[in-house]
């Protein structure tokens, strides 16, 4: 998609998956607006043209409209001739990548670059409060055509037991039932226990992300000791640590109401 600024500017906007789009132009015409800690909140293009923390962005995909709520802007690469900005909707959250994978199967099968949005341990939505009791999660899927067959996938699985296909007006949501022999594995995570699930536990996560026996996500399940002592060595500090990554925050592992768009 490119945006026809005047002086026949041009910006480059392009879909990186269903959470992030990429915007790439002149760093000349582009310029960036922060608050006070930073994060930039607004990008201006040329004189009159302007995207911010909160819009709505309509976008083409595959023959037809959806749309991307910008929910944070990131400038990720900056040369003389050309400024490349992230524009994400949603990112992945620690349910995503921690607890997913305990309903089963791989990343391909959830789609999980390029139709899932995110997925919850907890609601505050009242229309999937009964189904907030402490054993299910909740994906939120980005609603594209011509995908039929795997909404219908979804619905086959073992483990599924809900679909709404009109959550928003762009979004479907699906609930999954987490697999009894890993309740005691979905709890420990909510906690930030990553180093106490099972070993069973352990090897479906890394399965699922087609992770082997290197790398962050091992790292912390196995508590490596040389991850440990370079995350001391870089927060300062002088004493181990109980877990390698930081407890999930309820806040951004809720599904909540959304915004109407």
Known sequence: MIIKLENNEKINLKI?????????????????????????????LGERFFIQK????????NDSGTVYHIKNIKLIKKSDKRATYVLSSDSLNKTSHWILPLIGNNEEFFKYDELLLNAYSYCEYDLYETFDNGKNIFLKYKFLPNNDKFYESLRNHPQHIHKNSV?????????????????????????????????????????FHHLKKKG??????????????KLKKDLDLD?????LNSKPLKEEETLYKPEKF
Not at 16 to 44: A, C, W, Y
Not at 54 to 61: N, R
Not at 175 to 193: A, C, R, T
Not at 239 to 243: A, C, D, G, K, P
Request: aromatic share 12%; proline share 3%.
């Open 167 to 207: 959550h928003s007006r762009h979004e479907y949501l699906c609930i999954f039932k987490i697999p009894s022999k890993y309740q005691n594995d979905f709890e420990l995570l909510k906690q930030g226990y990553y180093s106490k699930i099972s070993e069973d536990a352990k090897k479906q996560i890394l399965r």
């Open 216 to 229: 962050t996500t091992y790292s912390i399940l196995y508590k490596d000791k040389d991850y440990q002592e």
């Open 54 to 61: 909160g819009d709505f962005l309509p976008i083409l995909l």
């Open 16 to 44: 990186f998956n269903v959470r992030n789009l990429l915007l790439e132009g002149n760093p000349n015409i582009i310029k960036n607006i922060s608050d006070k800690k930073n994060n930039i909140k607004d990008i201006l």
């Open 239 to 243: 004493f181990n640590l109980s877990e």
